[in-house]
T-cell receptor, first 117, second 113 residues
Framework: DTGVSQDPRHKITKRGQNVTFRCDPI?????LYWYRQTLGQGPEFLTY????????KSRLLSDRFSAERPKGSFSTLEIQRTEQGDSAMYLC???????????????FGEGSRLTVL | AQTVTQSQPEMSVQEAETVTLSCTYD???????LFWYKQPPSRQMILVIR??????QNATENRFSVNFQKAAKSFSLKISDSQLGDTAMYFC??????????FGAGTRLTVKP
C-alpha cells in the first residue's frame, strides 16, 4: 500500500465553475477526513466519514460543498460555484479506529491545491 | 471550545543545536491523544511523535521528545541535534475519541547551517 493518494494535485479553475477532488485512503482504514489548509495556517476540519457514513460536518462546509464516500472506500469532495475564497489546499487523511490498533494517528495525502481565478 | 495554540509563528536554530516548540491546548475531556506533525515545503504531513493523555511518561522518538504537562495543558516538542532536514512547518494537534483532529496554526522552523 502506497498511502493516501489524492487527485488532482493541482486544479486551476475560474470562479463559478465546479470542481471535484478524489481521495483514496489506505485500504484497511475505516475513517476518512477532509481538511482545508490555507497558506501559513494549520489544517481546518471539514468533514469525516466512518465507512460510508458521514459522521460530522464543520460549519466551514457550506452548502456549496458536498462530500461522499459511497462504498466506504474512496471519497470525493465537490465544490460548486467556486469562489476565490475557496482557494486552498484540500487535504485528505485516513485512520483506522476500533480493535486494538487505534493509535489516533491520521495519515495524510499530499493534498489537492485549488486556485480559483 | 477545543483549541490548540502555537504561540511561535517562526523559529530558527543552528544545525546541531536544540530547539523547543511550544503548544497549549484547551479541552474539558480527560482522554485524548496529542501529536506533533511535520510538513516540509510542498510535501505531505507526517507524524513526528504522539502522546496518550493518560500516560504520564513523556514520549520520545530518537531526536524528538515532548514535555507533556496535562494539568497545564501544555505539550512542547524538543528537537535535539537539529538537522537541515528538520526545516518544516510543525503542527501541534489533538484528537478526542477518534473524532476530528484539531490543529494549531503551526510554527515554521528553519535550521541554519
Amino acid at each position: 500500500d502506497t498511502g493516501v493518494s489524492q487527485d488532482p494535485r493541482h486544479k486551476i479553475t475560474k470562479r463559478g465553475q465546479n470542481v471535484t477532488f478524489r481521495c483514496d485512503p489506505i485500504s484497511e482504514h475505516n475513517r476518512l477526513y477532509w481538511y482545508r489548509q490555507t497558506l501559513g495556517q494549520g489544517p481546518e476540519f471539514l468533514t469525516y466519514f466512518q465507512n460510508e457514513a458521514q459522521l460530522e460536518k464543520s460549519r466551514l462546509l457550506s452548502d456549496r460543498f458536498s462530500a461522499e464516500r459511497p462504498k466506504g472506500s474512496f471519497s470525493t469532495l465537490e465544490i460548486q460555484r467556486t469562489e476565490q475564497g475557496d482557494s486552498a489546499m484540500y487535504l485528505c487523511a485516513s485512520s483506522r479506529v476500533g480493535g486494538y490498533t487505534n493509535t489516533g494517528e491520521l495519515f495524510f495525502g499530499e493534498g489537492s491545491r485549488l486556485t480559483v481565478l | 471550545a477545543q483549541t490548540v495554540t502555537q504561540s511561535q509563528p517562526e523559529m530558527s536554530v543552528q544545525e546541531a543545536e536544540t530547539v523547543t516548540l511550544s503548544c497549549t491546548y484547551d479541552t474539558s475531556e480527560n482522554n485524548y491523544y496529542l501529536f506533533w506533525y511535520k510538513q516540509p515545503p510542498s510535501r505531505q504531513m507526517i507524524l513526528v511523535i504522539r502522546q496518550e493523555a493518560y500516560k504520564q511518561q513523556n514520549a520520545t522518538e530518537n531526536r524528538f521528545s515532548v514535555n507533556f504537562q496535562k494539568a497545564a495543558k501544555s505539550f512542547s516538542l524538543k528537537i535535539s541535534d537539529s538537522q537541515l532536514g528538520d526545516t518544516a512547518m510543525y503542527f501541534c494537534a489533538f484528537i478526542i475519541g477518534g473524532n476530528d483532529m484539531r490543529f494549531g496554526a503551526g510554527t515554521r522552523l528553519t535550521v541554519k547551517p
